[in-house]
């Protein structure tokens, strides 16, 4: 399983953007369908975006469409999630997950790997 560690969370005002990136150490993140959630306290894990192994296609939730961007640079094993044009209520917890499957299915349940989370707070 592939070892994550996330960083770029902290506090943000409202219209502002921020960069999370994921390093993973083990296998090429290629080789890995990696994906993004974010968890607000009291709430559910929800899925924000992900990029599939090999092709790199990438999908997202119709909440963060148009303004959150996932990426994925092979040569530092890293995936990113830029946030622009961030809202209060993109605060929360923000997790990457991988899984070696080659499925855009955002079930939280299919990623074996999750790193420890990273918060992001966005100011009215």
């Known amino acids: 399983q592939a070892q994550l560690v996330e960083s770029g969370g902290g506090l943000v005002q409202a219209g502002g953007s921020l960069r999370l990136s994921c390093a993973a150490s083990g296998r090429p993140f290629l080789s890995y369908t990696v994906g993004w959630f974010r968890q607000a306290p009291g709430r559910e894990r929800d899925f924000v975006a992900l990029v599939l192994r090999g092709s790199g296609s990438t999908y997202y939730a119709d909440s963060v469409k148009g303004r959150f961007t996932i990426s994925r640079d092979n040569a530092k094993n890293t995936v990113y999630l830029q946030m622009n044009s961030l809202k209060p209520e993109d605060t929360a917890v923000y997790y990457c997950?991988?899984?070696?499957?080659?499925?855009?299915?955002?079930?939280?349940?299919?990623?074996?790997?999750w790193g420890q989370g990273t918060q992001v707070t966005v100011s009215s």
């Open positions: 997950a991988a899984h070696g499957y080659y499925s855009s299915d955002p079930d939280p349940s299919l990623f074996r790997s």
